[in-house]
């Protein structure tokens, strides 16, 4: 009998404990700018028929400078209408060509991936449901990136 009752007691113990909810961290706060060590001028930028261009762009490893088009008012990271490639370093005076063209005061994501198999080819292939295989360039929570108007 002491035995049944040490067993029940145990288990109205460690019961409760096992389907107990683990916490849950909060996301780490997500934002979008230059980093110290990544970066994209967008002040200043020009644009010439469908090609934009940036006076400075820096980006630690070979990698894209990479457009992101707005639809129905808002960023759609699923698709991308320009991207260049971009040696590691400074960069200046980076062209970009938007494929299909580009009007004064459209919106755009602007921002930078790494070419992580040092390919020179621009793997936008989804390797998850948020991340393509040349990953996008982060320095702890925040994306180099900017949303900006076409010139």
Known sequence: ?????????????????????????????????????????????????????FKEVHIEGNGWLVMHPFEDGAPNGDKYVA???LDSGTNEDVDIEVYKGVSSGEMFIVMLHRDLNENGVFDFV?????????????????MIGHMVPAP
Request: proline share 7%; net charge negative.
């Open 83 to 85: 991207a260049t490639y």
């Open 126 to 142: 989804f390797v998850d449901e948020q991340n393509v295989m040349d990953r996008a360039v982060f320095e702890g929570p925040r």
């Open 1 to 53: 009998m002491i035995f049944r009752v040490l067993i029940a007691m145990t288990l109205a113990v460690l019961l409760p404990m096992s389907f107990a909810r683990a916490e849950t961290p909060e996301p780490a706060p997500f934002s979008m700018g230059n980093g110290d060590s990544n970066w994209i001028k967008t002040e200043g930028a020009s644009r010439q028929g469908k090609i934009l261009t």
